[in-house]
């Protein structure tokens, strides 16, 4: 990543203690509160004691989505500022619930807050997307989503009742602490977008395939908080689940030095289990509550969302990728998922089974990206954008900086086979890897089949590995001067 603007953006992500990530993480909490008690969740009866009809509320949260991607498409660069009047606005709309006011009015305010939650759900995925380390990004989808996901259980009241009184408290407090954080973020720092003439290039089946992940994972999570609530106790179980697993999974990659990614690939796996598990507890209802213990960990994959969103901003900083994450999720945990409960509310196992064939297909999509997704996340390229940009038609040698930067068998391939190797594992389509290096398409062939030759593989597939190995080998080694006592 040697790209001026890449290294300017990256020079820009902040690294954040936890305590301040659990205070932003707080969101999560407070937007489930918030959904729950308005009744506009599937299955969950509104407690909140005002006159509102959940079915009215979705041109209500449908406007708060659209506004979020018009804000983030037109102004990115003042999403920190829009993020603390939304707060802020929330806050007061909260705090104007303690009033001894008109049932109108006090409705009026909470839909008000229920418009901020649905806005700032967009503001926070651009906020982690733009601006996180991709450890800050990592620690805080998995280890504060993680801790804050517990009190999103005990809101559900399904163990014992939760006073109106306390969701109010706990909405107050909630929200003067994400304020408190958005004041932390620079209001003046966002990344700069690639322009159209830019020399960089948009690996865009890698980037199909991620929109594709982020919407099978969103339908997956909102489909296993669905199958919960038709459980009794089911989402509270699918919330310390989701929080077990994501803590415990953080700690193991911590310890084997593993990708996130990885844990995605293994929390896809389980929710299809879960799924299948969901399906055969219809017949044999003792199984429904481990099958939401299975379901909790397929929220990795959703919650990751925004990770995602890292790795393609580090690839190629667009100003569409946070509004259209966020458009995909509208579309597929709102209007998606609203379509199919209506459609096959009668017929549960159609509808599970539904559940599963999507969750089969994102663990099919998965498994195909999950080479691309590593690579990409590693972050140490075979061979600079620079360097493929200045390739002409002839050859030319390796330069010793290059050579000391590959490792093993990479050191046999010349510069145009090194290029080749790394367009092809950052997922570019042919046609894009011949038009930048200036050759044929069966020059391109020419040249894979002689790299293959050399590195003695016979597939991308085995490339990959390689790499692998070379990063791994690369991270093994740490210079004397750097090493711990």
Not at 145 to 160: C, D, K, R, S, V
Not at 183 to 207: D, E, I, N, T
Not at 330 to 355: D, G, K, M, P
Request: hydrophobic share 55%; with cysteine.
């Amino acid at each position: 990543m040697s790209s001026s603007i890449l290294v300017e953006n990256e020079q820009k992500r902040l690294s954040l203690s936890l305590p301040w990530l659990c205070c932003f993480a707080l969101f999560t909490a407070w937007q489930v509160g918030v959904f729950s008690y308005s009744g506009a969740a599937l299955a969950v009866t509104g407690r909140l004691p005002l006159g509102i009809d959940a079915e009215n509320l979705t041109p209500l949260i449908s406007l708060g989505y659209v506004f979020s991607i018009i804000w983030m498409l037109v102004f990115p660069a003042r999403i920190v500022w829009a993020e603390r009047i939304m707060a802020g606005t929330a806050l007061l709309s909260t705090l104007a619930l303690y009033l001894p006011l008109s049932r109108g009015t006090t409705a009026a305010f909470f839909l008000i807050q229920l418009f901020c939650c649905c806005v700032m759900i967009g503001f926070e995925t651009a906020i982690i997307v733009g601006l996180f380390s991709e450890a800050s990004a990592v620690k805080h989808l998995l280890v504060a989503y993680g801790l804050i996901f517990i009190p999103a259980a005990l809101m559900q009241a399904e163990f014992f009742a939760v006073p109106y009184w306390v969701f109010q408290h706990f909405n107050a407090a909630a929200l003067v602490l994400q304020l408190l954080f958005y004041w932390k973020l620079p209001a003046g720092v966002w990344p700069r977008y690639a322009q159209a003439k830019s020399p960089l290039s948009c690996p865009k089946r890698l980037f199909a395939g991620l929109f594709a992940l982020c919407f099978l994972g969103n339908i997956v999570f909102s489909f296993g908080i669905s199958a919960a609530e038709g459980v009794a106790h089911g989402v509270f179980v699918f919330y310390v689940s989701s929080s077990a697993f994501a803590i415990s999974g953080y700690a193991l990659l911590r310890r084997l030095g593993l990708s996130p990614l990885r844990y995605a690939s293994i929390s896809v796996m389980v929710s299809v289990a879960g799924f299948i598990l969901a399906i055969v507890a219809l017949y044999i209802p003792a199984l429904a509550l481990l099958s939401c213990v299975l379901l909790g960990p397929g929220t990795a994959v959703c919650i990751l969302i925004p990770y995602y969103g890292v790795v393609m901003t580090k690839r190629y900083p667009s100003r569409l990728i946070a509004p259209l994450i966020i458009g995909i999720s509208f579309a597929a945990s709102v209007l998606l998922l609203a379509w199919l409960i209506e459609a096959f509310r009668a017929n549960t196992t159609l509808l599970y089974t539904l559940y599963l064939a999507i969750a089969v297909a994102m663990a099919v999509l998965y498994l195909a990206l999950e080479p691309y997704l590593l690579y990409s996340f590693r972050g140490r390229p075979l061979i600079s954008d620079e360097e493929i940009a200045g390739i002409a038609r002839t050859e030319a040698p390796l330069s010793d900086r290059q050579r000391n930067l590959i490792a093993g068998a990479f050191d046999r391939l010349s510069v145009k086979e090194l290029a080749i190797a790394e367009l092809l594992m950052q997922g570019f389509k042919y046609e894009v890897i011949c038009a930048r290096l200036g050759i044929s398409k069966n020059t391109a062939y020419w040249y894979r089949r002689q790299l293959f030759d050399k590195l003695q593989i016979g597939s991308l597939q085995e490339l990959f590995a390689l790499a692998e190995k070379r990063g791994q080998g690369e991270a093994a080694y740490t210079a004397p001067e750097n090493r711990r006592e």
